[in-house]
């Protein structure tokens, strides 16, 4: 009754405080300062790296945004920003392993990009794309088929997220069966986006059509969310259950 009253029945629930998050390796993410819309300062960097160390992370896969007309990124400005955060880690004394690729929107740029080989990977040859969210590029397909042939593994950042992609279609299918693996963001399983995200994502978590899981986090308030509401969750249970790729990069 108490409990009512005071609406603690309405407490959001989370796993137990014994659960331990079984994935060590934190994959997409815009840690690197100043370059795309994720963290603005190094110190800010710093000390998102720092909490993951905390939180039993072994390793962060980062991933600053490329678009040929907005980003302009250059695998020579991502690593060079990655060599400057590394520094600033070590100086704090940070044994956590920093790593940088990108996130490719796929646009008239990247195909460039592509037929030079100038790409950023991670793991095995992964290489991380996403689209816009309203319509699909008109070189979807033939990137990702160029991709392949390249040698590259292409892996589609929060699939969950694209409008275009009918609810209930087998697109999800369709896009695995021609090798594309999916990486699904924390913050869809808590309903950050919207209801309709949330509702794919557990969709996809519950017909295992996910390969990776990502934060996308941008800055510290993204960091609290999927730390202390995403991997608290009790789907998070369920998500982890998958045979999820995260701990072998
Ligand atoms: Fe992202």
Redesign the pocket.
Known sequence: MFKKLFGLDNKPKTLPDDFVNPIKVDL???YLPGIDDGCKEIEESVNILKILQEKGYRKAIT?P?VMGDFYKNTPEIILGKLEEVRAAMKKEGLTIELEAAA?YYIDEWFDEKLLNKNLLTFGDNYVLI?TGFIQPPPNLITSIFNLKMAGYKPVL??PERYQYFEPGSDIYEQLMNSGVLLQMNLLSIIGYYSPQVKKIAEHLVNHKKINFI?G?T?NMKHLFMVQEQACRSPFYAEVVKLPLLNNEL
């Open positions: 997409h993410s815009h991933t945004h996130e996403e950042a929060h990502g996308d941008h």
